[in-house]
C-alpha cells in the first residue's frame, strides 16, 4: 500500500462511514481476528462496522471480545446482504479472491461499494480499489496491526483489538514458529502484550480446550498416517464415517496434518477429509523449506495460498483422491529432496 493509497483512506475514514468487514469461507484464527481487530478500531474511531463471514467458524475462536456480533452469511443471508447493500466501504481480509468466500461471491462482486484487500495470500484478484498485499507478512492479523499504523491509530489499541490481532498472529505462525515469524513479528506481539493481550489466556482458550472426541479423532488420523519415504511426503486420511464416529465439530481437524509434517526426513504433508455434504474432499498441504505447497495446490487440487501452507479440494472419491496425490509425487522428487 502505497502512500497515496493511505492517504486516500485515512481522507475517506475521517468521516462516519458504514462498513463491512468479510473473511474468506471457513474462517480461522486469522480471519476472524484481523476481522475482529478491524471492527473494534472502526467502531472506536466512530464507523458504524458489521463483520459478516461466510458460515460458521470453531468453537476455539468464540470467546474473543466481539465475536458474538459477526453475522454468518449461511444463515443470515437478510440481514447480511441488508448490511451490504447498505455499506460505503467493504474490507476483504485474509483472502485475494472472491470464490474464496464460498456463496458471497456473486454478492460481492456484484457490489459498488468501495473495496479494501488486506492480505497476505499469494496471487491475488484485482478487485480492490486499495490493495494491501504482502505475502511476506506472517499473518492478516499482522498487517492489520501495520494498517492501524498506517492510519497513526496505534494509540487507540485496547485489549479488546489486541487480543484479536494475537490470536491471528498466533495460530497463523502455528505459535510464532514458521518461517514467517520475524523480529518486526516479534516486537509487534511484544507491543500487543503491552496493551493488554494476556498471551497465557489466549493460549489456552486456542490450544487447551479439547473435548475427548477431538482427541480421539486425532488418534484415528494417527492411525491412518502413511508415510510415501522416496518422496519425503506422509498424509493422513479421514473418511466421513470416521469424522462422525468421533462427533466431529467445525476446527477439530485444525492442526492435524502438522503431525505429519513433523516426523523425521518428511517435508511435504498433506491430510485429505472426506466432505459428503459438499461433495468434495478437503485437503490441507504443508511443507518444509523452499517446496511450494502453494504452486502444487494450485497445478493439481484448485486451492492455494503460501509457499508452506496451502488448501485445496477434490471433486472426486477420498481413496481416488490419495490416489492421484501419490502419483503426481514422482514430479516433485528433485524438489522435495532439495528442500
Known sequence: MNTQEISELKSLLNSPKKIVIVSHKNPDGDAIG???ALFHYLTKTNHL???????????????????????????????????????DLIFALDFNAFHRTGNMETVLTNNTALKVMIDHHQQPDGFAKYTYSDVSMSSTCEMIYNFIDYLDGLKIIDSNIATAIYVGIMTDTGSFRFRSTTSATHRIIASLIDKGADNTMIHNQVYDTNSYNRMQLLGCALSNLKVVPESRAAYITLSQQELQQFDYKKGDTEGFVNYALSLNNVVLAAIFIEDLQQGIIKISLRSKGDFSVNEMSRAHFEGGGHTNAAGGKSDTTLDKTVEKFISILPQYNIALHEA
Do not use: H, M, R
Open 49 to 87: 462496522a458489521t463483520v459478516i463471514v461466510p458460515n460458521d467458524y470453531p468453537d476455539f475462536l468464540k470467546w474473543i471480545p466481539g465475536q458474538d456480533l459477526i453475522l454468518k452469511y449461511e444463515s443470515q443471508q437478510e440481514d447480511c446482504n441488508q448490511k451490504l447493500d447498505e455499506a
Open 34 to 36: 484481523s476481522s475482529l
